[in-house]
């Protein structure tokens, strides 16, 4: 079973940075894509942030030059870091491994203006 942790999150003033980590456990991390999600109260998540097996990125263009997302094999970790924040940045942000439908609990990111 698959099971993902975030941690990282906060409340951080507009123009600050955030970085944010998910462990992963019970599966070869490696051989895996991993996503960032995010959703506001009452919208859709969205895709943010993906890093593939091989390590290419994808990047919503709301965040393209603001984050990065990043993985470390060794210690089963994908992260995103968050540069430039912005109040419409605030959201939950939930880690996944799509091949699994597998979800983090999630971590409130909080962007004062």
């Known amino acids: 079973q698959v099971h993902l942790v975030e941690s990282g999150g906060g409340l951080v003033q507009a123009g600050g940075s955030l970085n944010l980590s998910c462990v992963a456990s019970?599966?070869?991390?490696?051989?895996?894509?991993m996503n960032w999600y995010r959703q506001e109260p009452g919208k859709q998540r969205e895709l943010v942030a993906a890093?593939?097996?091989?390590?290419?990125?994808h990047y919503a263009d709301s965040v393209q030059g603001r984050f990065t997302i990043s993985r470390d094999n060794a210690k089963d970790t994908v992260y995103l870091y968050m540069d430039n924040l912005k109040p419409e940045d605030t959201a939950v942000y939930y880690c996944?491994?799509?091949?699994?439908?597998?979800w983090g609990q999630g971590t409130q990111v909080t962007v004062s203006s």
């Open positions: 890093i593939t097996s091989g390590g290419s990125t």
């Open positions: 019970g599966i070869i991390f490696a051989l895996n894509t």
């Open positions: 996944s491994m799509p091949r699994f439908d597998a």
